[in-house]
C-alpha cells in the first residue's frame, strides 16, 4: 500500500512539473513576441509572431491551422501575412484587429 502510495506521489508531482513546465514556456513566448489581437463576436485570436514567423496562437471559437498558416506566411513574409489576416478577419467578422509589438 505504501508502495502505491509513493508511486501515486511521483506521478503527481511529474504532472505538476510538466504543467508548470508548459506554463513558462507560454508565458516566454507570449511575452517575447509581437501580437495581432482580433476580437469580435464571433470569435477571438491572437496571433503572436516574431519577425519571421507565427511563433503561436491563442483562439475562442475560432478554428486555425498554425502549420499551414506558418508556411504560407513564410512564403508571403510575416508582415504582408499579418495585413492579409487582418482584412480577412474585419471581412468576414463583426471584429477589428490591432498590432502589439513587444
Do not use: H, P
Request: proline letters at 0%; glycine letters at 6%; hydrophobic letters at 40%.
Amino acid at each position: 500500500m505504501k508502495v502505491v502510495k509513493i508511486v501515486l506521489m511521483v506521478i503527481g508531482g511529474i504532472v505538476v512539473f510538466v504543467g508548470v513546465l508548459l506554463f513558462i514556456i507560454f508565458t516566454f513566448v507570449s511575452s517575447s513576441s509581437d501580437k495581432l489581437v482580433c476580437e469580435s463576436k464571433e470569435g477571438d485570436i491572437t496571433l503572436m509572431y516574431n519577425d519571421k514567423e507565427i511563433v503561436g496562437y491563442t483562439a475562442k471559437n475560432i478554428t486555425y491551422d498554425m502549420e499551414q498558416q506558418k508556411k504560407y506566411a513564410e512564403e508571403v513574409g510575416i508582415d504582408s501575412y499579418m495585413d492579409e489576416f487582418t482584412a480577412w478577419f474585419e471581412s468576414n467578422t463583426s471584429g477589428t484587429c490591432k498590432k502589439e509589438e513587444r
